[in-house]
């Protein structure tokens, strides 16, 4: 098995998490180059090496189930938990970190991502299900990443919505 992090999913990474960024950053008014910046290097770092390694680890833990409902519910299930209201609080503290947003960096984070991970689930089950269930391995990490540009979006707004601080 090759190696998850590629030139490949290093620019789907750049290029989504930071237009989906940069789009809520617009909707908010709130428009930064350190965050635009920041968010190109998370997406073509962190993010694209750390999300297609777990979803090599889900199609492992999943290879000897028997294909069906039950299998494609539990690949749901571990992408819906991956993405959990820590992952949610850490993409917050890293936008808190780029945008130079000290006052930020509290529990109030977890608190925000708790409350958006909890009314976002339907919305994640059902785009984790068509990225785990339909999507092959190498197609994943980029339908992932779009969904996650548009859940980019989403986070932002609940920064304001949920009221991190």
Do not use: K
């Amino acid at each position: 098995m090759s190696l998850a992090y590629t030139r490949r999913t290093a620019l789907q990474g750049l290029l989504v998490y930071a237009t989906g960024d940069t789009i809520a950053t617009l909707i908010l008014g709130q428009f930064m180059w350190s965050r635009l910046l920041g968010m190109m290097v998370v997406g073509s770092t962190l993010y694209a090496w750390e999300v297609p390694t777990v979803f090599r680890w889900i199609d492992r833990r999943t290879a000897a189930l028997p294909l069906g409902v039950g299998r494609s519910a539990y690949r749901t299930l571990l992408a819906v938990l991956y993405f959990n209201p820590l992952w949610i609080a850490r993409h917050l503290l890293i936008i808190a970190i780029v945008c130079g947003n000290w006052d930020a960096l509290q529990f109030g984070l977890l608190r925000t991502a708790s409350l958006s991970w909890l009314v976002n689930i339907p919305i994640s089950i059902v785009g984790n299900a068509v990225i785990q269930v339909w999507l092959p391995l190498r197609w994943r990490f980029f339908g992932s990443a779009i969904f996650s540009g548009l859940m980019a979006i989403y986070y932002a707004l609940t920064g304001v919505w949920f009221d991190a601080g």
